[in-house]
């Protein structure tokens, strides 16, 4: 049977002011700034027009990428951030993703890929780079937190360190175990030039030999840097640089520690003790409590000059 009966309403709370249910609070505190944020997702896509290279180029990011990668095996046409990023922005909104790459092809501008990061719905900034050379799929243990290194003067104040920092960086953690630390990505610019060189190293400590040891005066193993593939060659060709409101929201962090509560403070035993800010108080209104215990009689003048009076004396009869 159907009951007639409504169905009950979402019970709704506030949220910043604003009045919402409590599923929509709870979406909405997750999308609050936070001191850890958590992994960023990069979505990878296809053109329409794609050559080798910079479907290898793309593929090579994955790899670097995983496991916070999904790549889309549908090609999406005209793909074209640079004029038009609501397609970009509305497929990294239904994937939950921070970060987009785009592979394709054209005669003006061949072997191109594309990479950049979305905040709050919005294109952040993002870079075109033509791939010089695509090397093969480096191999990663899946999770591992890379080592990032960068070489070149022209890192220094560069938007594009920050960028690629926050590309691969991997998750946040606490500490890091040097023994487990395997993989090492190593990011070369030359001098005043704008080709990037990406290449992926595996870390093996081995054993100090007895002259290493006597030369460093120490037992620290020796550290030694092997490639896992051929490294991955762009050419830096344009860019968007993000708006100034948007990137100053992006860097915004929410305050360290507890809220600081007003007028309260602790003393040397850890006792609370709290102030009370009062207003000039007028006495002449002030409202007491009337005792009648305490109440002054008043008499009359004339029993007051009768007590004063008294019985008349000898001396005045006589006289």
């Known amino acids: 049977k159907r009951s007639n009966s409504m169905p009950k309403k979402a019970q709704t709370s506030t949220f910043e002011g604003k009045r919402v249910t409590a599923r929509g609070a709870r979406y909405l505190a997750s999308r609050t700034p936070k001191l850890r944020e958590e ?10 027009k794609t050559s080798e290279k910079s479907t290898k180029a793309l593929r090579a990011v994955h790899f670097l990428k995983l496991p916070f990668a999904k790549a889309l095996s549908r090609k999406r046409p005209e ?19 921070a970060f987009f790459g785009i592979a394709s092809h054209s005669k003006k501008r061949p072997d191109n890929l594309i990479l950049g990061r979305v905040f709050d719905g919005a294109v952040l900034d993002m870079f075109e780079f033509g791939v010089v050379s695509a090397g093969a799929p480096p191999t990663k243990l899946v999770g591992s937190k890379p080592c990032l290194v960068f070489l070149g003067p022209d890192w220094e104040g560069n938007r594009l360190k920050n960028f690629f ?22 990011l070369a610019m030359g001098d005043h030039d704008d080709t990037i060189t990406i290449t992926t190293c595996r870390l093996d400590l081995k054993k100090a030999t007895p002259e290493e040891k006597t030369k460093r005066n120490d037992d620290a193993p020796t550290a030694r840097l092997d490639a896992v593939a051929e490294p991955l060659v762009l050419k830096r060709r344009r860019d968007h640089a993000p708006a100034l409101e948007l990137w100053k929201a992006a860097l915004k962090q929410p305050k360290q520690g507890p809220k600081k509560r007003k007028n309260i403070s602790r003393n040397e035993l850890g006792e609370t003790l709290g102030t009370v800010h009062l207003g000039r108080q007028d006495l002449d209104a002030l409202q007491t409590r009337k005792v009648k215990a305490l109440k002054i009689k008043h008499t009359t003048d004339d029993s007051l000059q009768g007590t004063q009076q008294g019985p008349a004396s000898d001396d005045d009869d006589e006289s």
């Open 39 to 48: 992994a960023k997702v990069a979505l990878l896509l296809r053109d329409t």
């Open 79 to 97: 793909m074209k951030v640079f004029e038009d990023a609501a397609s970009v922005e509305r497929l990294c909104a239904r994937h939950d993703a």
């Open 165 to 186: 920092t926050d590309l691969l960086r991997g998750p946040d953690v606490d500490d890091v175990n040097l023994a487990g630390l395997d993989t090492v990505v190593v």
